[in-house]
């Protein structure tokens, strides 16, 4: 019982102490705004490790964030190899060949209207598709390892990066192509020295897209076969053990993963389009 | 989309052709020029029936209200567009080998430059298509800046630079690879008064020390009779030339010559041009 | 429309890929099937076929390469058996049999649906209360960005399970997952619509002494629609995605995910191929519903989409 009291007592706390920072006048302030949403998130849970001791909820159902934190600790060379097997062999090296397909069917598409015109609807199409299907398919076709699931990977982000970089590759003006065509530049240079640098920030959205793609390709690709270790396996095996709290475990190690590489890119992002509008 | 047939030249050789009394040759000729476009709401007469002559080291200047066809004529000058019919030669080759021989640097009424590239960058860009060397390409960006009086800032980039700094950047870049001929589209157009005046001096000034043929649009009379030897008045409905004044002031000219006598009358004349264009129009 | 042209000339091009691919990929098991059929095969052991690749046995048995498109259990299914298994299951079949594919559509669609509605309904009403407090907005918006990189679809499955433990099963947890899944697309592309009209309209507005709510219902509102038909889009495949992920490793019965995985443990690949194509149909068209509902509001408002 009284871990509920102390449960809505921090809740109200925390609100409180973040009602007074946002409004306050420090509330702009850099490390302000990076405080409050990890104030809320500290919050809730240290409310949701009360409100399971308290509401005496099965910890099979909703393990507390201790026990999570305390198996995660426990288990780092497992959670490491899972890691390495689900995101680095099978999500990075899906994401590079289909990026890499993408551009390159983009590239081919941009030297035709035609063509430009015909793959822009078709792929925004077929980004909208549920191509997580596809992995029992390719788990048939190329085996149970991580190249199945790159493969599922690799076609999950073709069709976001391809749209994107078809878009961009479009987005310059009448007046920019004109300058080339008065320096008397022929194709390749102008898509070397215009076309691709307008480009990336169109490049960069569908990267961006395409990172959380990966990571859920990689890992639900996992629940139609795997050998024994990859995140998606660990992650189904324990459902099946009733070990709730490795499944969180994994589930903090992608949160944390997603949130690196999109990080990731977006610095990558800020680096390479530090001249775009939104950037400056 | 309109139709694009080949077009004649003039005279088929490389050098420029030369005039009846062999004293400045020709770097522009225009003969019966004649541009429709086709568009959704019907063919638009853009140029019509363009006679034209401009000599080495002429300054001349298009003035006249949308859709008179100057920007239009410029662009065919350019290479940019392609008449219907008729003869222009520009150094005596079609425009389409011009362009490709590198014979003008072309400004837009936008700056346009590169952001992702600094002012450096940007003057490199022909150069870096042109395929000048790299010592080569550090003394023009050099030069070039200096003539329009930005030293100083080639490391920075185009939203670092006021909208006057980016089109003197925009020029600059014109000039890097020494082209003979400068076309320029309304290039102070969105710019204030002060800055254009002053813009305005430097540009005679570089001309002076150039010695380029500089072909210029503009929306604004003093700007036209301050700047050129010689004023096309165009007028629209078709795109055609009403008149072509011989400007008689001196080639070396203060801004106060605005104020004289000789610049009120030419200023004049090019008014009544225009204002018997837009009559017919 | 001028884009019709080349998008079928790209769907031709990728249909006949996928046609010719057809040969290659089944040509080991065509050999064998034709083998156990007494037809002749060079050469003519399994062992020795391994050394070949597809296309080399094709080249050397052309006889069997009209095989290849009406195999039982093909590695690629030609689109012809696929089209042929979706008529037989959608139209040939009574919808409430079990083996109709309308039947497992429902079952899927019915969850989506509901999770798309709450979750947008709750998208909207928390995008307004960022939008409106300050303090939700520092606190909870950036967890909002920060989710959408966090691979959610992964615990699909965990949350039907851990929910039919305590006893709630059926279209209800289904329904949270896609009601999650829609959730914070909902709420970051209405916070963006919300915050769309520049300073000057909203200018405008203070000098007419409106109050916020009118300001709310008269600019933000609607200046936000473009942007929650974006999100809506985006939110009702991930519902549908995540309805079906759900489906998948937890040993359910019916729906297009359950269908896929049927056909992969009983060897019946083309009923797998058939439920994703279904899936893929079923996508597009309740993309294209909200895309056609989208039109009809803008149009009606006088607006462009974002």
């Known amino acids: 019982m009284i871990y509920i009291v102390l449960g809505f007592a921090f809740w109200a706390a925390g609100w409180v102490l973040n009602v007074r920072l946002a409004n306050g006048p420090s509330g702009d302030v850099r490390s302000v705004r990076i405080a409050i949403p990890l104030i809320f998130g500290l919050t809730i849970l240290v409310v949701w490790e009360f409100f399971v001791l308290g509401f005496e909820i099965n910890p099979v159902f909703l393990p507390r964030p201790s026990d999570i934190m305390i198996r995660m600790s426990q288990e780092l060379p497992r959670l490491w190899a899972d890691f390495v097997q689900t995101i680095i062999k099978g999500a990075l090296t899906g994401y590079i060949i289909g990026g890499l397909a993408a551009f390159g069917v983009a590239i081919l598409a941009d030297r035709s209207e035609f063509l430009t015109r015909g793959v822009l609807p078709v792929g925004s199409f077929m980004a909208a598709l549920p191509i997580v299907g596809i992995a029992p398919i390719f788990v048939k076709w190329f085996g149970s390892d991580w190249e199945s699931k790159a493969a599922v990977v690799a076609v999950m982000v073709f069709f976001p990066i391809l749209v994107n970089a078809v878009a961009g590759l479009r987005d310059t003006t009448a007046m920019q192509r004109d300058l080339m065509r008065t320096y008397g530049a022929g194709y390749w240079p102008t898509l070397f020295k215009l076309r691709l640098p307008a480009a990336r920030p169109f490049i960069f959205n569908g990267l961006k897209i395409a990172t959380t793609l990966a990571l859920i390709g990689a890992i639900v690709a996992e629940f139609f076969g795997s050998p024994t270790v990859g995140m998606g396996f660990r992650i189904s095996t324990s459902f099946g053990q009733l070990a709730l709290d490795m499944v969180w475990a994994e589930i903090v190690v992608a949160a944390l993963a997603g949130s690196a590489c999109y990080g990731l890119v977006t610095l990558l992002e800020r680096w390479m389009t530090f001249w775009h509008p939104s950037n400056r | ?281 | 429309m001028k884009s019709f042209f080349p998008v079928v000339t790209v769907v031709a091009a990728v249909l006949l890929i996928w046609i010719i691919a057809v040969v290659p990929m089944n040509m080991h098991l065509t050999a064998d099937q034709a083998q156990r059929d007494g037809l002749a095969v060079s050469p003519d052991t399994p062992i020795a076929r391994q050394d070949f690749s597809g296309l080399g046995l094709a080249v050397r048995n052309s006889h069997l390469i009209p095989l290849t498109y009406v195999n039982v259990r093909p590695r690629l299914p030609s689109p012809h058996q696929i089209a042929i298994e979706l008529y037989d299951t959608v139209i040939d079949k009574k919808i409430t049999s079990k083996r109709s594919l309308v039947y497992h559509g429902w079952v899927t669609l019915a969850p989506t649906l509901l999770g798309f509605a709450i979750g947008t309904l709750l998208g909207i009403m928390l995008a307004v209360g960022i939008v409106f407090s300050r303090v939700m907005d520092r606190s909870v918006m950036p967890w909002a960005i920060v989710s959408q990189t966090i691979p959610i679809l992964a615990l699909a499955p965990m949350i039907i399970v851990v929910m039919g433990a305590a006893g709630i099963q059926g279209i209800l947890p289904k329904a949270v997952i896609a009601a999650y899944l829609s959730f914070f697309p909902v709420v970051v592309g209405m916070v963006k619509g919300l915050r769309s009209p520049e300073g000057m309209q909203l200018d405008l507005l203070r000098t007419y002494h409106s109050s916020n709510s009118q300001g709310f219902w008269k600019l933000r509102l609607p200046a936000s629609t473009p942007y929650l038909f974006a999100s809506l889009k985006i939110g009702i495949s991930a519902s549908l995605i995540g309805t079906i992920v759900a489906e998948l490793p937890t040993g359910a019965k019916a729906g297009f995910g359950a269908r896929m995985l049927v056909g992969d443990q009983y060897g019946q690949p083309i009923l797998s191929w058939a439920a994703l194509f279904a899936a893929a149909i079923t996508a597009a068209a309740l993309v294209g519903i909200i895309g056609m509902i989208e039109r009809g509001t803008l149009r009606q408002m006088g607006m462009k989409p974002a």
């Open chain 2, 1 to 281: 989309m309109y139709e694009r047939p080949k077009l004649q030249s003039l005279t088929p050789s490389t050098t420029p052709t030369q005039d009846a009394d062999g004293l400045s040759p020709l770097v522009i000729r225009a003969s019966n020029l004649d541009l429709t476009f086709q568009t959704n709401d019907g063919p638009v007469h853009a140029l019509k029936d363009v006679n034209l002559e401009v000599n080495k080291g002429d300054f001349v200047s298009f003035i006249g209200p949308s859709g008179c066809g100057k920007t239009t004529f410029l662009r065919c000058i350019a290479g940019l567009e392609t008449p219907t019919s008729g003869a222009l030669s520009v150094n005596g080759m079609t425009p389409d080998d011009a362009r490709r021989a590198r014979a003008y640097g072309y400004v837009f009424q936008a700056a346009g430059l590169y952001p992702w590239r600094t002012i450096g960058g940007n003057i490199r860009l022909p150069l870096e298509i042109m395929g000048f060397s790299k010592a080569e390409m550090g003394e023009r960006i050099k030069r070039v800046l200096n003539l329009v009086d930005l030293e100083g800032f080639e490391k920075k980039f185009p939203w670092q630079l006021s909208g006057g700094m980016q089109q003197r950047a925009s020029i600059a870049r014109a000039l890097a690879f020494d082209a003979d001929i400068l076309l320029m589209d309304e290039p102070f157009g969105a710019l204030d008064e002060i800055v254009r005046d002053h813009l305005n001096e430097q540009l005679l000034q570089l001309w002076a020390r150039t010695e380029k043929t500089i072909a210029f649009v503009t929306h604004s009379i003093p700007e036209a009779v301050y700047l050129s030897t010689k004023i096309v008045v165009m007028s629209p409905r078709p795109g055609r030339i009403s008149d072509v004044i011989e400007s008689s002031l001196p080639r070396d000219r203060p801004l106060s010559i605005r104020d004289s006598a000789e610049f009120i009358a030419i200023a004049n004349r090019v008014r009544d041009g225009l204002h018997a264009g837009h009559g017919q129009g």
